[in-house]
């Protein structure tokens, strides 16, 4: 048991998709998992456990932003064990090329977040994907036809921008999209030895001004959950 999340020993998989809402969290389990059931509901952040093909897999919510998504990534690594952390959510595009829909695999990820800071000084640490599940994850969507794109992302402290051109720069530097929450689960499961993903689905661009609706957001979410799904 730990302060956020009250689940007993055993009782998380050790591999745990991680979407932001908590609602996403018990759709996954309602759509995808069987034998379910919900070990956590504190502070509304949703924590499922049941089987996809016979393999153990949990679900829990982890809230928007780095500090909110480092207590639960901690906490699952430090008193439940998790080996396998798969964030799962969505992105807005900083390239033309990508479309409404479209899946990005993180290899890396850029952040304007200071957490890394105190510990690395005046150097920067660059936080990857583990490489065995990137490399899971870009066969599956090649094998499902899923479009996707892999390569470096923006985890940021802001979703509203003063200035809306500020993403410019990353774009010439290449970088797919910008999310919230996977350098630091990134920066997390390198300190401590761990399989760390983040799996996107584009949502918006910030290229276009393009926006999904709901109802295409709820089958492109679902392209992802499966992708996250498979590789496990
Ligand atoms: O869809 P999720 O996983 O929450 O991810 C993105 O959406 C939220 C912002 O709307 C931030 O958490 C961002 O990282
Ligand atoms: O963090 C996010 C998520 C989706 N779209 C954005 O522009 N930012």
């Known amino acids: 048991m730990s302060l956020h999340i009250h689940a007993a020993d055993g009782e998380i998989a050790e591999t745990v998709l991680l979407p932001g809402d908590p609602l996403r969290a018990k759709w996954i389990d309602e759509t995808f998992l069987e034998n ?12 499922y456990t049941g089987t996809y093909k016979g393999k153990l897999i949990s ?29 799962v959510g969505t992105a807005g595009a900083l390239q033309k090329k990508l479309q409404l829909g479209d899946i990005v695999l993180a290899m890396a990820a850029s952040t304007i977040s200071a957490f890394n800071n105190k510990i690395f000084a005046h150097s920067h640490f660059a936080p990857i994907a583990s490489f065995q599940l990137l ?10 036809k899923l479009p996707y ?3 470096n992302i923006l985890t940021s402290d802001i979703f509203y921008n003063d200035d809306p051109e500020e993403y410019r720069i990353w774009a010439k530097y290449g970088v797919l999209c910008v999310e919230m929450e996977a350098a630091i689960l990134y920066s997390l499961a390198a300190k ?18 393009e926006k ?18 498979n590789i496990t």
């Open 59 to 87: 679900v829990q919510g982890r809230g928007m932003g780095v500090p909110s998504a480092m207590i639960y990534y901690y906490e699952l690594i430090h008193y439940y064990g998790a080996k396998n952390l798969i964030r």
């Open 212 to 229: 999904s609706t709901s109802k295409e957001r709820e089958s492109t979410f679902a392209n992802m959950i499966a992708l996250a799904l």
């Open 149 to 151: 794109l892999a390569g």
């Open 36 to 47: 379910p059931s919900c070990y956590n509901n504190i502070r509304g952040m949703l924590g």
């Open 135 to 144: 490399q899971k994850a870009a066969n599956y969507a090649e094998k499902m």
């Open 192 to 209: 401590h030895q761990i399989n760390a993903l983040a799996i996107l689905t584009i949502s918006d661009s910030l290229v276009t001004g």
